[in-house]
């Protein structure tokens, strides 16, 4: 298989979190739309990203699992992987059903329901929280970054000066980065020593 850094899981997220986010976009409109002409192509719209999401979500779910118990971490970002992994098995047990049902209204011809509507942004609400607490893991953990900037390591900074005026353009690298948040300065979570067998 081909090897990316840091594995596969970030490409599925993307996805999942559009596919299903477009699917329940569209069965709003379609319940709005009613009895109109454009209904049964926005439900039709809605059932197949929705049933798309589903399959890469447990795509996703795996590929998750092993980025889990491979990708390098210390005891503080083991706590946020434990919270992002609890909110995605939630998001899944409640797609699942979900997709069932979306099954069952699309082969009896059923209309879309309130109830079924409602149930759909509960699993909105908890796919956001989900892809929250993974940028959580990235951007403010560092895992599966290899590195990060240097600060005053630019060259050819001075070019970056704004046409308007003397400020100069700001560069992330610029910027100082706290020594926590250096990969280099991470301690290797013991999972032997909590217990962990992963």
Not at 26 to 54: D, M, S
Not at 68 to 94: E, I, K, P
């Amino acid at each position: 298989m081909i090897s990316i850094i840091p594995n596969w899981h970030p490409i599925f997220v993307h996805f999942t979190v559009a596919l299903i986010s477009t699917a329940i976009g569209f069965f709003l409109l379609a319940w709005i739309a009613r009895n109109k002409p454009i209904q049964k192509q926005w439900l039709n719209v809605a059932y197949w990203n929705l049933w798309l999401g589903t399959g890469f979500a447990l795509i996703t779910v795996i590929t998750g699992g092993f980025a889990y118990n491979t990708v390098a971490h210390d005891t503080l970002s083991h706590l946020a992987m434990d919270v992002h992994r609890n909110w995605a098995l939630g998001t899944l047990v409640a797609l699942l059903p979900l997709a069932l049902w979306a099954w069952w209204n699309y082969h009896t011809g059923k209309t879309i329901q309130v109830s079924f509507l409602v149930m759909s942004l509960v699993l909105l609400a908890l796919l956001f929280s989900t892809a929250w607490h993974g940028g959580e893991l990235v951007y403010r953990h560092g895992l599966g970054v290899i590195s990060l900037p240097t600060p005053g390591g630019c060259q050819g900074c001075a070019e970056h000066e704004h046409s308007e005026g003397t400020a100069k353009h700001e560069h992330p690298s610029e910027l100082k980065v706290p020594d926590n948040n250096n990969q280099t300065d991470v301690v290797p979570h013991d999972h032997a020593a909590d217990g962990h067998t992963h």
